[in-house]
């Protein structure tokens, strides 16, 4: 009689999850395929369950940070596990601790690199000020373009 009473678990559409997770229809399926989401069918249309939405979570999440496709599978397949999640747990820390290693030394890296443009165009500047001025403008003009893209105003500056 209990199980009479209780509420069907809920589910949900393709469209319903590709609107609340920005997704496309598309990645849902490459990920079925890839068998890291298993929807079931009611005839030719999938049926998502709170499983595979609480899955699909942890997938976008993983590459958020990113991780690979197989790492986040590895992940997921720890999901299962009649532990209370703590080897799931224990894998995801392990993995996102090396991708922390991976992204601090990406950051210096960029960091470095960003250091050292500054320093060239500091140099390239003084050179061309003092060597062909007139070629400063354009420089400039370079940099407004730039920032303006960057800025998502690109078509407004290179329309003049």
């Known amino acids: 009689m209990a199980l009479e009473l ?28 890839k068998g890291l989401l298993t929807p079931a069918r009611e005839g030719m249309n999938r049926v998502y369950s709170y499983k595979d939405r609480a899955r699909l979570v942890l997938i976008l999440r993983g590459k958020r940070v ?12 720890l999901y299962d596990e ?12 392990k993995k996102f601790r090396e991708k922390l290693v991976v992204l ?23 050179f061309l000020a003092d060597k062909r001025p007139d070629l400063l403008p354009r420089a400039a003009d370079y940099d407004q373009v730039l920032r303006a893209r960057l800025d998502g105003h690109g078509e407004l500056v290179g329309a003049k």
Not at 104 to 126: F, G, M, N, P, Y
């Open 104 to 126: 601090e030394q990406q950051r210096e890296d960029i960091d470095s690199a960003i250091e050292e443009l500054r320093t060239a165009c500091e140099r390239l500047e003084k």
């Open 66 to 77: 990113g991780l690979s496709l197989s790492e986040i599978r590895e992940i997921l397949e």
């Open 6 to 33: 209780r509420r069907p678990e809920r589910t949900f559409t393709i469209r319903q999850l590709c609107v609340e997770f920005k997704v496309t229809p598309r990645a849902l399926r490459f990920y079925e395929d």
């Open 82 to 93: 009649d532990d209370d999640a703590a080897a799931q747990n224990a894998h995801s820390l």
